[in-house]
């Protein structure tokens, strides 16, 4: 299935049928490469956080569920994402607003956009320890109770710490990622150390990558394209540098591709980040604007474009410069 | 395609507010070939809407949805606050162009609205129908020029005709369509900061 486009990061919430399938964190130590982060010091600040995000675990129906949300605190709104177990199903929750103590009724979108269901949480509190209302089918309007117990908070607010794992929204790849992720209480910038990915169709654990360093954006920590135009979804994350102070700041990408079994480090592609950003036009080809290529004079840019010339080898095709 | 194109229009015009400004719209039009009256409500970055068709006259409420999101459409209610069809609509500056989907049914039906009322922080009086109403009645405040609400016309569903104006002591608090409660034999208008509320008895 070709995933040509990137898959828009979502600022709002998740909530997944999953617990069975998804084990949680397995607790690995933080790995001394953190004195290695220095090699790629970023001068951009750490991002913050988009939203907070609370992860719950309960069931729909007596269904296993786990459910994440994302909490829009500026205009007052609740999204999220549902994945169904067995179907191993990721569906996306429409962004609603939401007054505290009102019910939440909010939507369960399908593929293309269009709500199919609704999730209806009486007295709906963003800070409630338990949720609990009805699933509600719109075309048949049959109800299912839904009850949820949260497991996870991961907040931009250094006051607290969190130290637990987090769906990845990853459309409709036909894997499920689940990132690890922790902060100390008064640090900013979250660390992810590890990324467990699941056959969606399955949920069968495929792939552990570890001993990482990235930058945490709650769900959308890791952005999926098919980069090098194979027709697999591929992956990238932003690294997370921590000077000798711990003063953390996002560094360059990182990025893995699919190589039919297994997501590996493509190191060629983060070689090209380390030279300006990265734009991908079309699957298959990238584009580097160098952060020197920039003529101000005469108000060009130059911009390399490179070429996979097979899944895991790519090649230079030209340079052109571009009016901006 | 066309949908995103709209929208991003619309917020480049000014019949249409950026998302932190307060403004209200009146559109008259139809649906499928039924005549409706639809007025939203867009504040803080979050709109809200109640319409009803013309021949029945009872207001249906719209569920809430951020404004920079409508571009995915925004759901007509059930009587249990439920999702009952959705309204998708691509926006210019005066007019609604768009469809209504039953999610029951699966049924679709063309939308066509002209906007017949507008105001931007109460600049220009709208008059704002509340999503609230009786077996027999339907509430709209006539304006809100000042911000304040100092009437309320009680209409008759059956005919639309204004029966009697309600005037609290004191200008009450603007809520948009929620301005107006219907509890039971009364119709309540809560009190806010710097504003009184009222309560009148419903004429059965």
């Known amino acids: 299935m070709p995933h040509a486009r990137i898959i828009e990061r979502s600022t709002m919430g998740m909530i997944c049928l999953l617990k069975k399938r998804l084990p949680r964190s397995h607790g690995v130590p933080l790995v001394p490469a953190l004195l290695c982060a220095g090699l790629w010091f970023s001068p951009v600040p750490v991002r913050a956080?988009?939203?907070?995000?609370?992860?719950?675990?309960?069931?729909?129906?007596?269904?296993?569920?786990?459910?994440?949300?994302?909490?829009?605190?500026?205009?007052?709104?609740?999204?999220?994402?549902?994945?169904?177990?067995?179907?191993?199903?990721?569906?996306?929750?429409?962004?609603?607003?939401?007054?505290?103590?009102?019910?939440?009724?909010?939507?369960?979108?399908?593929?293309?956009?269009?709500?199919?269901?609704?999730?209806?949480?009486?007295?709906?509190?963003?800070?409630?320890?338990?949720?609990?209302?009805?699933?509600?089918?719109?075309?048949?309007?049959?109800?299912?109770?839904?009850?949820?117990?949260?497991?996870?908070?991961?907040?931009?607010?250094?006051?607290?710490?969190?130290?637990?794992?987090?769906?990845?929204?990853?459309?409709?790849?036909?894997?499920?990622?689940?990132?690890?992720?922790?902060?100390?209480?008064?640090?900013?910038?979250?660390?992810?150390?590890?990324?467990?990915?699941?056959?969606?169709?399955?949920?069968?654990?495929?792939?552990?990558?570890?001993?990482?360093?990235?930058?945490?954006?709650?769900?959308?920590?890791?952005?999926?394209?098919?980069?090098?135009?194979?027709?697999?979804?591929?992956?990238?994350?932003?690294?997370?540098?921590?000077?000798?102070?711990?003063?953390?700041?996002?560094?360059?990408?990182?990025?893995?591709?699919?190589?039919?079994?297994?997501?590996?480090?493509?190191?060629?592609?983060?070689?090209?980040?380390?030279?300006?950003?990265?734009?991908?036009?079309?699957?298959?080809?990238?584009?580097?604007?160098?952060?020197?290529?920039?003529?101000?004079?005469?108000?060009?840019?130059?911009?390399?474009?490179?070429?996979?010339?097979?899944?895991?080898?790519?090649?230079?095709?030209?340079?052109?410069?571009?009016?901006? | 395609m066309r949908l995103r194109y709209y929208i991003a229009l619309a917020w480049t015009l000014p019949g249409w507010a950026a998302p932190a400004a307060a403004s209200y719209a009146a559109y008259t039009g139809t649906i499928g070939t039924e005549r409706v009256t639809l007025f939203l409500d867009d504040r803080n970055a979050i709109v809200r809407g109640v319409y009803f068709y013309d021949r029945y006259r009872t207001p249906i409420r719209l569920k809430p949805a951020a404004t920079h999101s409508l571009e995915g459409g925004i759901d007509e209610l059930d009587a249990d606050g439920i999702p009952a069809a959705r309204l998708r609509i691509t926006f210019d500056a005066v007019a609604f162009n768009g469809s209504w989907t039953s999610y029951r049914t699966g049924r679709t039906l063309p939308i066509h609205l002209v906007r017949t009322a507008y105001s931007s922080y109460g600049a220009e009086p709208v008059p704002i129908l509340q999503a609230a109403s009786t077996d027999r009645y339907y509430f709209v405040i006539p304006s809100v020029a000042t911000g304040d609400v100092r009437a309320i016309e009680v209409h008759d569903k059956s005919d639309g005709q204004l029966v009697r104006t309600l005037v609290p002591a004191s200008p009450a608090c603007d809520r948009g369509i929620d301005t107006v409660v219907v509890e039971k034999t009364h119709l309540r208008l809560s009190p806010g900061p710097g504003c009184a509320g009222a309560t009148f008895t419903l004429e059965p």
């Open chain 1, 49 to 324: 956080q988009a939203n907070p995000t609370r992860t719950y675990e309960g069931n729909i129906g007596g269904r296993p569920a786990e459910l994440v949300t994302l909490e829009d605190y500026h205009i007052g709104c609740v999204s999220g994402y549902l994945l169904d177990e067995k179907a191993g199903r990721l569906m996306t929750l429409e962004e609603t607003p939401q007054k505290g103590g009102d019910p939440l009724v909010i939507d369960v979108l399908d593929k293309d956009g269009m709500p199919f269901a609704a999730l209806s949480l009486r007295s709906f509190s963003i800070d409630a320890g338990r949720l609990k209302g009805e699933w509600i089918d719109l075309h048949t309007r049959k109800r299912m109770p839904a009850d949820f117990r949260r497991t996870a908070f991961f907040t931009p607010d250094a006051d607290h710490a969190y130290d637990a794992g987090v769906l990845q929204a990853s459309g409709e790849a036909p894997f499920l990622f689940r990132i690890h992720a922790r902060r100390a209480k008064g640090e900013h910038g979250g660390l992810v150390d590890r990324i467990d990915i699941y056959d969606r169709s399955t949920g069968r654990h495929v792939q552990t990558i570890d001993h990482l360093i990235l930058s945490f954006n709650g769900t959308a920590t890791l952005t999926f394209a098919d980069f090098n135009g194979d027709g697999h979804i591929d992956f990238y994350a932003s690294r997370l540098a921590i000077d000798g102070n711990g003063e953390r700041r996002t560094g360059a990408r990182t990025y893995y591709l699919f190589d039919g079994k297994q997501f590996r480090n493509f190191a060629p592609l983060d070689a090209l980040e380390a030279k300006g950003a990265l734009a991908f036009p079309k699957p298959g080809w990238v584009e580097v604007q160098p952060m020197d290529g920039t003529d101000y004079d005469r108000r060009v840019q130059t911009w390399d474009r490179y070429r996979f010339v097979a899944s895991q080898r790519i090649k230079f095709e030209e340079s052109e410069e571009r009016p901006f």
